[in-house]
């Protein structure tokens, strides 16, 4: 009898290939459709903002729309002597249209910046110009009559470098620099050096709510990693009450606690601790002690994270090896809550140098940080140029101290490895 072998089955290799290609594109597509809400949402929300502020502090476009004659005039000048009598005249006829069009205002607004009385300058030169009925036999003339300071460099290479529509006047402006009539990059004068400080204040503020929180946090993640179950479930519960609360309605609390007439001055009164009330409110202490209040939470949580990580078995073999209790914390413990000690400090330290409301409600006049003069700009006089290149050299001294904290780290990281 005979027998008959089935037929094996024959595989197409490039049908494979193609199936198996189509499969692996799907993968990919579906796993992209996952990922696109968040990009577009980081897009919106983070680079968006970056990049407009990136823009905003180097764009200068106020002045050309409402003087456009001028600014053409003005483009073929070498900045020495004056400008010729065509820019004279251009400046005469859009001052005329813009104190006509209600523009004038604007243009008064960005010379103001770079010139000391800029705005009643132009203001005032418009409001003479427009009452003369005819125009007069020369344009230099007039505007000189008009006030002296139009026969100044100075103040035509202002009109010049504000034409547009890139400038550097607001980044320099905010590191305190300058341009000379001669276009020489040259600092504040004394006395009028602002940013600079400003910027040191705001770091020296974060430094300090940073290291406290640092040494009143480490102890009490240390205690909720350790404390029986029970206890630490309670703790945790203390811990994120604030999260729970109002900001603003913290800062209220710490007004009602610090003030003169509050009650931590009246238990140490009461204790005879005192003769006088201490002042603690509208200067750098209240703002320190807000700040570590808020901020707090922030520098346990992730050191707390780490520790609960940490197997209690290594301590335990320190210690039978012979190490004293805290040889056995400082060389086998406390290392390997670096990467939680390093998450709390950059989150605690970037949150508090961009503070605002804290500073704003609790500290006085010196306390204010960098973050109050882009506000200020931004809602009280609408600089937003200024505005912007404050909050780019925030941003810049923030990324520079992240990769300089980096570094540190990192090679901490290696010496302990």
Excluded at 63 to 74: D, E, K, M, Q, Y
Excluded at 259 to 284: C, H, M, S, T, W
Aim: glycine share 8%; charged share 15%; net charge positive.
């Amino acid at each position: 009898m005979e027998t008959y072998a089935e037929p094996a089955a024959v595989f197409d290799v490039g049908t494979l290939r193609r199936q198996r290609a189509c499969a692996e594109r799907s993968r990919r597509l579906g796993a992209l459709a996952l990922v696109v809400p968040l990009v577009v949402f980081v897009a919106f929300t983070f680079l968006a903002p970056i990049f407009e502020m990136l823009r905003r502090s180097v764009e200068d476009t106020e002045l050309s729309p409402t003087w456009p004659n001028v600014v053409t005039a003005i483009s073929g000048w070498d900045g020495q002597g004056l400008p010729s009598d065509a820019a004279f005249a251009a400046l005469a006829t859009d001052m005329r249209s813009s104190y006509e069009a209600g523009t004038l205002a604007v243009a008064a607004r960005r010379l103001n910046y770079p010139i000391a009385g800029g705005r009643s300058l132009v203001m005032n030169t418009g409001r003479k110009l427009a009452r003369l009925d005819a125009p007069p036999g020369s344009w230099r003339e007039a505007l000189l009559a008009a006030d002296p300071a139009w026969g100044d460099r100075a103040t035509w290479t202002a009109v010049a470098r504000a034409s547009g529509p890139l400038t550097d006047f607001f980044l320099l402006s905010a590191l305190d620099l300058r341009k000379d009539v001669d276009g020489n990059i040259v600092g504040a004068p004394p006395g009028q050096s602002i940013y600079l400080p400003v910027l040191g204040r705001t770091l020296w503020i974060s430094v300090v709510v940073t290291a406290l929180c640092f040494a009143l946090g480490f102890p009490v993640a240390y205690l909720l990693a350790n404390a029986p179950e029970r206890i630490a479930s309670v703790l945790m519960i203390l811990l994120l009450l604030p999260f729970w609360t109002s900001l603003l309605a913290r800062i209220a609390a710490w007004v009602v606690l610090l003030q003169e007439n509050g009650i931590i001055n009246d238990v140490l009164l009461g204790l005879g601790l005192l003769d006088q009330p201490l002042r603690l409110i509208f200067n750098r202490t209240g703002v320190v002690v807000a700040m570590v209040h808020v901020l707090l939470p922030f520098m346990i949580l992730p050191i707390y994270g780490v520790m609960k990580g940490i197997r209690p078995e290594y301590v335990r073999a320190a210690r039978s090896l012979g190490a004293a209790p805290t040889t056995a914390f400082v060389r086998v413990y406390l290392p390997q809550t670096m990467p939680g000690i390093a998450a709390g400090v950059l989150l605690v330290f970037i949150m508090a140098i961009g503070y605002y409301i804290t500073p704003a409600l609790l500290g006085g006049a010196n306390d204010q940080m960098i973050s109050w003069f882009i506000a200020f700009y931004t809602t009280d006089t609408v600089n937003w140029g200024l505005a912007a290149a404050l909050g780019v050299v925030l941003l810049l001294a923030t990324a520079i101290l992240y990769v300089v904290y980096q570094r540190l780290t990192g090679a901490r990281g290696l010496a302990l490895g």
